[in-house]
């Protein structure tokens, strides 16, 4: 059995495409996952499975998310292994993440079509890209004098053209955690 997490895009955001953590969880058991569990409510998953092919996984939770939900969403998915050797990698090791500069890890699942442009950023627009591997982007969200925070999600989906999804580097250390 191998341990592996899977992040759901748009699940739970901004008021659109709600689902209980209970219920997506009780979907994943559905689909003959086993030790499923979920981590807040933006469509973390954990499990285990006795496939090895990712792809075949992908494509499958994909499938039965879209039976069991009535609609699409894409599935990221990393195996805890992948995860761990992200963290240990410590892509955030020569910044500084504070309240004003949060870390983020933005995942991929197909080779993009344009890659951004890596190390890059924008202070005006409150962002920072740093570092680009094989199927994740690793980047900081800047306080904008107004307030908010810089957006490079949307940057980056507009440079990429495939879909993303993006999660704060916390819930990631977190996950590995678990």
């Given at each position: 059995m191998i341990d592996y997490v899977a992040f759901l895009r748009g699940i739970n955001v901004g008021?659109?495409?709600?689902?209980?953590?209970?219920?997506?969880?009780?979907?994943?058991?559905?689909?003959?996952?086993?030790?499923?569990r979920t981590f807040i409510a933006s469509g973390n998953i954990l499990f285990s499975s006795s496939e090895k092919r990712e792809a075949t996984i992908?494509?499958?939770?994909?499938?039965?998310?879209?039976?069991?939900l009535g609609y699409h969403v894409d599935v990221f998915l990393r195996s805890i292994n992948q995860l761990q050797t992200m963290v240990d990698s410590k892509p955030f090791a020569r910044v500084k993440v504070s309240p004003d500069a949060k870390a983020y890890v933005t995942f991929f699942n197909a080779k993009p079509a344009a890659l951004p442009d890596v190390p890059s950023g924008s202070p005006a627009k409150g962002y920072r890209l740093l570092r680009?591997?094989?199927?994740?982007?690793?980047?900081?969200?800047?306080?904008?004098?107004?307030?908010r925070s810089g957006d490079s999600v949307t940057l980056v989906e507009r440079?990429?053209?495939?879909?993303?999804?993006?999660?704060?580097?916390?819930?990631?250390?977190?996950?590995?955690?678990?």
């Open positions: 008021g659109h495409r709600l689902i209980k953590m209970d219920e997506l969880a009780r979907i994943f058991e559905s689909f003959g996952h086993t030790k499923v992908t494509k499958q939770v994909e499938s039965d998310l879209e039976k069991a680009l591997d094989k199927r994740e982007l690793y980047s900081l969200s800047l306080r904008l004098p107004n307030g440079i990429v053209r495939i879909p993303t999804t993006t999660r704060n580097w916390n819930t990631i250390t977190k996950l590995v955690g678990l």
